[in-house]
């Protein structure tokens, strides 16, 4: 049997466990919402959950676990070398708010 | 036998013989579709994110977390209906599967429709693209941008829910078109796991 196969074969109790996961990493975002600390630290725990929780969905509700290796490899390494490419513009955001060094 | 009848058999027999890559095709072009879509989100999001850090006085909106909170239990909900759709249609209950794709899309209105009530809220407090009564106007371009578009995503994806769902019960549409309409869904959920954090929780009124 393939991987596709086993795949599909599986019960909804796999399909269950992955939703109560994600409803948990849900409520455990707004908790952090109300944690009594400073917004960057904020910002990297949801991130962190927001991650872990797309992970989930995209390898067992999009079934990208089943595929081939190849595709894996593929849709990952492709998507990751965008996102981080996309993160150019922070230095400049920084130095609207400090307004430094090329404003003074 | 001459070359170009052996160029065309063999052109032929490629289109036809086995998906492309050894991949079904409208799994993979809804892939590739998924990966653009992943960075027009990306790009809005961080330039949100752009925005938000370099202005002092982004404000903090919202004062109660039940209706966005509500909001993510409907859409996480619809991506197990959507599943138990797949898995129907998978082992040939047509009549499960339509069922449960219906009660997706049902879900996905029931979103929207809560979405577009939060909208005439902020509308209300006197929230619009260019001003609000907080701080910054930006927060109004960019919070109705992103929100926008996932509420488009999500008002096509019903679109697309009723037309494969009602397709898929006449037989024009088989288990894999479903498979491949539940991918964009589950996407839309994924995206929506970035928003609310970025977009709701980090602009709580504390």
């Known amino acids: 049997m393939t991987t596709a196969e086993e795949h599909k074969s599986n019960g909804i109790g796999k399909d269950l466990a992955i939703y109560a996961c994600l409803l948990a990493l849900a409520g455990l975002q707004f908790v952090i919402a109300y944690q009594n600390i400073d917004a960057p630290q904020m910002f990297m725990r949801m991130l962190v959950v927001a991650v872990v929780e797309a992970g989930l969905a995209a390898m067992f509700f999009m079934h990208l676990g089943a595929e081939k290796r190849g595709f894996l490899l593929f849709v990952a390494v492709f998507t990751i070398f965008v996102l981080l490419t996309l993160q150019y513009g922070w230095t400049d955001s920084y130095r609207m708010v400090t307004g430094a060094p090329f404003s003074k | ?206």
Request: aromatic share 14%; net charge neutral; glycine share 10%.
């Open chain 2, 1 to 206: 036998m001459s070359q170009t009848d052996l160029t065309m058999e063999g052109h032929s027999t490629g289109l036809t013989v086995g998906p492309a890559f050894s991949f079904p095709t409208k799994k993979l072009a809804m892939w590739l579709f998924i990966i653009a879509d992943t960075m027009t989100f990306a790009a809005c999001l961080i330039a949100y994110g752009f925005l938000r850090n370099g202005t002092a006085n982004w404000p903090r909106p919202f004062h109660s977390i039940t209706n966005v909170a509500l909001m993510t239990f409907i859409l996480l909900t619809s991506s197990l209906t959507m599943l138990f759709g797949l898995r129907s249609a998978w082992a040939g209950d047509k009549a499960g599967a339509f069922r449960w794709i219906m009660i997706t899309a049902s879900l996905g209105i029931v979103f929207a429709l809560l979405h577009i009530r939060e909208w005439i809220g902020l509308i209300g407090e006197g929230m619009t693209l260019f001003k609000n009564p907080w701080g910054t106007g930006l927060f109004g371009a960019s919070f109705f941008s992103i929100t926008g578009l996932h509420l488009t995503h999500v008002t096509c994806g019903v679109i697309a829910l009723i037309a494969v769902g009602v397709r898929y019960k006449g037989g024009r549409y088989n288990a894999d078109d479903i498979e491949v309409l539940g991918l964009y869904w589950h996407f839309v959920d994924l995206v929506w796991m970035f928003v609310v954090p970025l977009v709701y929780l980090l602009n709580l009124a504390h």
